[in-house]
């Protein structure tokens, strides 16, 4: 199942948490929106630590769009 989170205009840890929450609820694929650097790294690590592929960081609309696979 897919599943999309947009936190872009939220503050880390709160892109942190919501991309954790929805790791733990869902073996699928995960968007996440985000519009900083320092969340898209964040993101980027606590995909990587829950055992997700980190499959896709593109730009998009002034900030980025991170897909994730669970491995």
Do not use: H
Request: charged letters at 30%.
């Amino acid at each position: 199942m897919k599943k999309m989170i947009d936190a872009r205009g939220l503050s880390c840890p709160q892109p942190v948490l919501m991309a954790l929450e929805a790791m733990r609820l869902d073996n699928g694929e995960l968007t996440v929106l985000v519009d900083t650097d320092t969340a898209r790294e964040n993101v980027g690590r606590a995909v990587a630590s829950q055992g997700w592929r980190l499959m896709t960081d593109v730009p998009e609309d002034g900030g980025f769009r991170l897909v994730a696979r669970k491995e």
